[in-house]
């Protein structure tokens, strides 16, 4: 499992002060770039190198608890190699200083070819990241 930290800001949060549901949703993201850039990569480069691109395809996340904007979260992704062509992060957000599950949930993303958008087998140097982080 891989766990990043992220400071929440004014701009992230509704008029009551509490982050808006997408932003979990961005975090996560932030979190996939960030396993990346753990394992001395940029994510971008590497697909752009590989001439694929990883839409999302399903994302599904459950809140349990509301977080206030100035409060840091901590996502903690478990990418999830599923066939060839398919990673499932699961992650759970979590309160920054009391450790609690406020959010939880899933992002499928599928490789596929950037010139035509045809499903493709996810490439080696991105498959080594993701079996290393399981």
């Not at 752009?48 to 399903?58: F, G, Q």
Request: glycine share 4%.
């Amino acid at each position: 499992m891989f766990e990043a930290r992220f400071q929440t800001y004014w701009a992230d949060s509704d008029p009551a002060g509490i982050v808006f549901f997408p932003h979990f949703f961005r975090f996560v993201e932030q979190a996939e770039e960030e396993l990346f850039r753990s394992a001395g990569e940029e994510r971008q480069q590497l697909l752009v190198e590989n001439h694929v691109w990883i839409p999302r395809v399903e994302a599904f996340a459950k809140f349990s608890k509301p977080i206030r904007q100035g409060e840091a979260v901590r996502v903690q992704l478990n990418p999830l190699l599923q066939g060839l062509k398919t990673i499932r992060y699961d992650f759970v957000v979590v309160h920054d200083q009391t450790g609690e599950d406020v959010a939880a949930g899933y992002v499928t993303v599928v490789c596929v070819d950037a010139e035509n958008f045809k499903s493709t087998p996810i490439p080696d140097p991105l498959r080594k990241i993701i079996e290393k982080a399981q």
